[in-house]
């Protein structure tokens, strides 16, 4: 099992930057792929970015495509998620979570459903004010 904490929200002016951290702790395989998704209020979670821990293949939303980078870093078992232009409806809680499936047994095809993924983290929340 793997325990994915997320780190590196807060508060930040539009137009402005983030960079969210996702640590994890316990077994992890550089055949994993890992995503992060974001809630906002009403709202159901939506894929924002997925990336294998090789960082080998990357996948992004359209929504932030473009402003958003994300990466990992295999001597630190962690995660990142680099948040740039940041707009206001990029407010939501943001979360990390694993593919249930090792990347080549989904035919080498990153998931942006979150039913794909497992052992979520509790969630760093983002707020950008207009």
């Known amino acids: 099992q793997v325990q994915l904490v997320e780190s590196g929200g807060g508060l930040v002016q539009a137009g402005g930057s983030l960079r969210l951290s996702c640590a994890a702790s316990?077994?992890?395989?550089?055949?994993?792929?890992m995503g992060w998704f974001r809630q906002a209020p009403g709202k159901e979670r939506e894929f924002v970015a997925a990336?294998?821990?090789?960082?080998?293949?990357?996948y992004y939303s359209d929504s932030v495509k473009g402003r958003f980078t994300i990466s990992t870093d295999n001597a630190k078992n962690t995660m990142y998620l680099q948040m740039n232009s940041l707009k206001p409806e990029d407010t939501a809680i943001y979360y990390c979570a694993r593919d249930r499936q090792i990347y080549y047994r989904r035919g080498n095809r990153l998931s942006s459903r979150p039913a794909d993924y497992e052992s979520w983290g509790q969630g760093t929340q983002v707020t950008v004010s207009s």
């Open positions: 316990g077994r992890t395989f550089s055949g994993d792929a």
């Open positions: 990336i294998t821990w090789r960082a080998d293949s990357t």
